[in-house]
């Protein structure tokens, strides 16, 4: 595809989801602005696409290539529909040429370093080892924004936050392999975690390639392997950001058998902290939910007696057959049994021997009405429901 450099009247270009607007190794004299819409920047490496950042409405790209008269060292493809501010070289020049002198050569000494950065990162990103990629990507933020400690002479301080979004990001790692990347680096020495909730790193010497070369020689193969194999899963925190939906309409689709169970697997290290300190109880008890994500059946443990009693009393005798016939047997079941009065379970009785067939969205949907009804009669004034 021929990159769309032309300008319009209004300066503005749009694209389609899928559209590309620039593509890796073509040079170009315009920059851009994402106007509306998000925007991909990846690279090819080894026949594989790998992102290295998601644009937002605001955000520059493309002026390296175009302030430098370099090729372009990623590609930019529109991932929803998109308009951007198209600008040529001449217009960033004259940008630049309001700048004092000492400035615009500080500015472009900057961009050639963050493209020999960029180009150094992105070619280890396609190597086999993690360590490697890893430290690579730590030193370009380490040189980008490191801080010199005033306390310690000689230790410097980043960001953990960036990193953490730079390594996801370019090694298709989940969240939980980055995690367990960093740690396992500072276990080996690369730096240490400090600040609650590891808000920064700190390392003494900015030799982190040499120490990951070394140490992949060593014990590497190992270490390659298990994070090879974290890219074949991910969590649920990135599988909500790659579907938009919520986690409770995900985990929903799971405890419902929407697909297979094991689609969602438990890393028994986890687990196993996890039950050494609270318990195998800890998964019995369930978590009080707010009334308004009262959804499932498992939620009518938080309702009491009276108010199931008039919400199944609501419901049409008909919904509430099908109902009581397709709860599998368990707790919630038990429940509702329990809530019927002799004379109804009788006429529920009589009416399920000539229902042959009906649905789960059938039952999914009396569901959904049963818990509206629980609403609807918790907020009735108290005179209304005899409390």
């Known amino acids: 595809m021929v990159e769309k450099e032309l300008i319009t009247r209004q300066n503005i270009l749009r694209f389609s989801p899928g559209e590309t607007i620039f593509k890796e190794g073509h040079t170009s004299t315009s920059f851009y602005v994402l106007k509306s819409g998000e925007v991909a920047l990846s690279i090819s490496r080894e026949g594989k696409n790998i992102v290295l950042e998601d644009l937002k409405a605001g955000e520059i790209f493309g002026e390296m290539a175009a302030l430098l008269g370099v090729a372009r060292s990623a590609s930019a493809i529109a991932t929803t529909y998109s308009e951007v501010y198209v600008y040529t070289k001449e217009q960033l020049n004259k940008l ?19 493209t020999e950065a960029n180009e150094r990162a992105t070619a280890s990103a396609s190597l ?30 980043i960001a953990y936050k960036p990193i953490f979004e730079s390594l996801g990001r370019m090694m298709g790692l989940s969240d939980l392999g980055v995690r367990q990347l960093l740690n396992n680096m500072a276990k080996y020495g690369f730096f240490t975690l400090k600040g609650s909730k590891n808000k920064h790193l700190e390392m003494v010497k900015l030799d982190l390639l040499d120490q ?53 697997v438990f890393r028994r290290s986890e687990i196993m902290d996890l039950l050494n300190k609270c318990g195998k109880d800890f998964f019995l008890k369930r978590t009080i939910k707010p009334i308004e994500e009262w959804c499932e059946l498992e939620d009518l443990s938080f309702v009491d007696s009276p108010t199931l009693l008039k919400a199944m009393g609501r419901l049409e005798t008909y919904d509430l057959t099908v109902l009581l016939l ?19 379970r009788e006429i529920v009785e009589n009416l399920a021997e000539d229902i042959d067939t009906f649905s789960d969205i059938d039952v999914q949907l009396i569901i959904e009405d049963l818990f509206n009804n629980i609403r609807a009669i918790k907020r009735e004034p108290a005179s209304m429901t005899g409390q």
Do not use: W
């Open 96 to 114: 630049m040429d309001s700048a004092p002198v000492a400035i615009q050569k500080l500015l472009k000494l900057q961009l050639n370093r963050i």
């Open 128 to 157: 086999a080892h993690p360590l490697i990629v890893a430290a690579e990507i730590i030193e370009l933020h380490a040189a980008a924004s490191g801080i010199q400690s005033r306390a310690r002479p000689g230790v410097t301080m």
């Open 212 to 264: 990951a070369q070394k140490l992949a020689l060593e014990i590497g193969h190992s270490i390659a392997g298990y994070y090879e194999s974290e890219n074949e899963f991910i969590d649920i925190t990135t599988l909500i950001g790659f579907t938009g939906a919520n986690r409770s309409n995900i985990l929903t689709k799971l405890a419902t058998g929407e697909f297979a169970d094991n689609t969602f």
């Open 326 to 344: 397709g709860v599998p047997d368990g707790e919630a079941q038990a429940r509702l049994d329990g809530c019927l009065s002799n004379r109804r």
